[in-house]
């Protein structure tokens, strides 16, 4: 994984880390505060490690999942893959991409995966660290509005939020399609990390694009 370059600064979205254990989200006003909240946590639950400085480390490893090159310096052999500093903002072209193929999809009648295929892809989520609030998600903008309205209220998965990656509102994305999330994604040389499903879509659809040549 990789690690804080900047220990006495706020890191985007705050200084949050989330016990996967037990699903709490953990809040507080500096690493050290958090560091001390997490070791109660775990000690009231029963898990390891409680001492601070195991603590820090899976703290900073954990905020490194959903931040860049700017933020974090790669630990020695390891393959961490930064979320690109460009990717924290979401920009009009993610909004196009986005919604050109959700747009798509609705026309052709907004088709889902089947349930258990979403709920396995909302596992991988809820257990990513750039699984996060944002204010930026697609579904911000209109058409992604309503392309999440389309997802009916027995599909809807609890702690699915924004992507910090590919920037898109995971409750209707682990819900689309492999061609919706082929179509959302392309042209747009996203780096996922080795254990997200949309990596895996996608390396398999280049695999074979590349075969059919």
Request: charged share 25%; aromatic share 6%; glycine share 8%.
């Amino acid at each position: 994984m990789a690690r804080l370059r900047f220990k006495h600064t706020a890191p985007l979205l705050g200084w949050r880390y989330r016990q996967s254990e037990t699903g709490l989200v953990i809040t507080a006003t500096s690493l050290g505060e958090l560091a001390r909240k997490v070791s109660e946590h775990r000690q009231h639950k029963n898990l390891q490690p409680t001492d601070m400085a195991s603590i820090q480390i899976e703290i900073e490893r954990q905020l490194c999942g959903r931040l860049g090159n700017s933020d974090c310096i790669a630990e020695p052999g390891d393959n961490w893959v930064p979320v690109r500093d460009e990717n924290n903002i979401m920009s009009v072209d993610k909004i196009i991409s986005f919604s050109r193929a959700a747009w798509e999809w609705i026309k052709s009648g907004g088709e889902l995966v089947v349930p258990e295929e979403a709920e396995r892809r909302a596992k991988i989520c809820r257990d990513c660290p750039a699984n996060a609030d944002s204010g930026h998600g697609c579904f911000n903008c209109a058409l992604g509005k309503l392309v999440r309205s389309m997802v009916p209220q027995s599909r809807q998965i609890e702690g699915l939020k924004t992507c910090m990656y590919c920037g898109c509102d995971l409750q209707s994305k682990v819900n689309l399609p492999e061609a919706g999330i082929i179509a959302s994604d392309k042209g747009r040389n996203i780096a996922f990390p080795d254990h997200c499903w949309q990596r895996q879509i996608l390396d398999t659809h280049k695999n074979v694009a590349s075969h059919e040549k």
